[in-house]
């Protein structure tokens, strides 16, 4: 009989129990998923009429991973190192069957069964060390025992999942398949009926070598000297251990190295991003339906480098510009960098030729006759761009400032390039959800990151201007540049260090006085973004300064900067300074406010409306 709540549903077919795991959206291994797989596995050990048990998972892909919103919370039992350990001493065989992505916990988890099958279009990996943190469920233990320790510690250390059939060639699993994976698992797991097989950690495959092993750690610690974040380092020592020591205390040492990390400030540094990142993606108009986008038009010189980018997505592109020295400079920027990418390798000769043949330069706006999005890179342009454009064609302003009135108000929207890999889309009070949702789309085509701010938008450059401010203030206070810019390099903002300062970076109190300085300065812009409803939330504005323009990630962002120091201390700090230098901390209300009611910035809930309220 098939059981079908919760997390966990339960198939019998004959002989063998098909656990199928089904907690959307990417059956991360929560606490409630994890306790229904360690009390399957119990019931299934004491089944007499279980001869195999497959574990497999519903939806979109098998495990993420361990539930990422959990770590920071107190740890509820049975926890993933456990409930692995318990599905690999489970006397009957255990197999995975693997679809999408099996990330960290997910591929340990994986791991701790006594075999693999992966269907051909699933990655495998371990991205623990993006979030700061290290394969905690026995993942830096199995996995070099499978597989040697170069390869293991690559997987671990770039964090960069691999497609099935290298994982196969790897060792990381025992069979691939087209498709069918559900029938093809069934039936391997009918053939493993009644047989016992090794368990992870009795293999030794990737151990043979003993000396190739130790200069492999040897490397990779060398590698990590030096390096910003602790967890690489962690990583080579629990890989050494896995050589060192008998796997139950190389278990015990992988789980004090996992517990020192998630509890770093760096970790939470980089949890924070890894949410802000995909909250950003949640904005009124994201469901809207983006319209179909063949051509693209970039009118004005300026927009040269989206052109190139559009180009380069394999996007057609009709490249105005009615000033003729101007237009050949643009299609000479053009030229210049794809004849870099050809001379380092990132481009071949054939495609770069495929570029020109889709790029249409021309002098009139009546070449936009057939564009579906215009770039409008010049602002004086737009009347043009917007004569000759057809209708329904959205018209994204790349340059700054608010958008201008125009009859064709819902079709305008600013699309502004924020350090080459961030858009940030401005959405006018009259921008049509549709060219929201149209501009969106051809920025990630573009493959750039996206941020919906409500007009005038501007949130990474102004929130950056205003740490400059800080710094400026400060230097002319007679602070010394040296110290100054080591404070921000030791923070891990170099672009803000005043030029020409000595290399140094530097720690302690007066570098933590100066990082509140800037620091502080930066929220409280944040904060007038929010009032004002240009920032959605506290959360967008980190997003912004991570993606767009170098914050450190593992800093999480000036936001959450704050909101880890306290907002009562901000206001403190900002009621002091605000004397000094209104123009840079005089107090944003919304501090006093959140402060007063013992809030964080992250409580602060997105204004939801699209206009800009006091541009
Ligand atoms: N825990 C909790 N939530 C997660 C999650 C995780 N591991 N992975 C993804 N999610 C959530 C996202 O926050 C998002 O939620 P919302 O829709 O509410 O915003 C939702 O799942 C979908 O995620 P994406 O938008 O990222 O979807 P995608 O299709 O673009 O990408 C993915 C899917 C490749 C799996 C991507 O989500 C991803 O890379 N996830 C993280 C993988 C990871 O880092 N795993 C390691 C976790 S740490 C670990 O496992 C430690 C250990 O050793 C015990």
Known sequence: MDQQAGPLRQERHGAVLVLVIDAPPVNALGHALRAALWQAIEAAEADATVGAVLIRAAGRTFPAGADISEFGQPPRAPQLPDLCDRIEACPKPVLAAIHGTALGGG??????????????????GLPEVTL???????????????????????????????????????????????????????????????????????????????????????????????????????????????????????????RAAFADLVATPEAAGLRHAFFA???????????????????????????SDLALLALQAGCPVVLVEPNRPQLVEALERIAA?????????????????????????????????????VLVADAGLLAEAAEAAPPGAVLALTGRGALPDSPRASDIIGLRLVGGRLAELAVGPQTAPEAVATARAVARRLGLLCLRAATPGGIAGRVMLAGRAAVTH???????????AGALRGFGLPQLAPEAAAEASETGASAGRIIARVLSAMANEGARLLERGIAQRASDIDFALVAGLGFPR???????????????????DLAEWGQEAPEIWAMAPLIADLAAQGGHFADHAAQAGSGQKDA
Request: hydrophobic share 50%; proline share 5%; charged share 25%.
């Open 107 to 124: 591929l340990e988890l994986a791991l701790a069964a006594h075999a693999r099958i992966a269907r051909a279009d699933a990655m495998l």
């Open 132 to 254: 700061g943190i290290l394969p905690g469920a026995g993942g830096t233990q199995r996995v070099p025992r499978l597989i040697g320790a170069e390869q293991a510690l690559r997987l671990m250390l770039t964090g960069k999942p691999v497609p099935a059939a290298e994982a196969l060639a790897l060792g990381l699993l025992d069979g691939v398949v087209e498709d069918g994976l559900e029938v093809a698992a069934l039936r391997l797991a009918e053939g493993l009926v009644g047989r016992r097989l090794t368990a992870t950690r009795d293999r030794r495959e990737g151990m043979r070598d003993g000396a190739a092993y130790q200069t492999a750690v040897a490397a990779a610690r060398l590698a990590q000297a030096g390096a910003r974040l602790p967890a690489g380092a962690r990583i080579v020592d629990c890989v050494e251990a896995a050589q060192l020591l008998p796997i139950e205390q190389g278990m015990v040492f992988e």
């Open 277 to 303: 990142e995909r909250a950003a993606a949640r904005f009124p108009e994201a469901k809207a339906e983006a319209r179909p986008v063949a051509q693209l038009g970039v009118i004005g010189a300026a927009g």
């Open 337 to 373: 960098a794809q004849e870099t990418a050809v001379q380092e390798g990132r481009l071949t000769p054939a495609a770069r030729d495929a570029d020109w043949e889709r790029l249409t330069p021309a002098l009139g706006a009546a070449a936009l006759a057939d564009s579906d999005l």
């Open 474 to 484: 400060l230097l002319a206070q007679g602070e010394a540049p040296a110290r100054v």
């Open 554 to 572: 593992w800093q999480g962002g000036p936001m959450f900067w704050a909101d880890q120091r306290g907002l009562l201390i901000l206001r403190r």
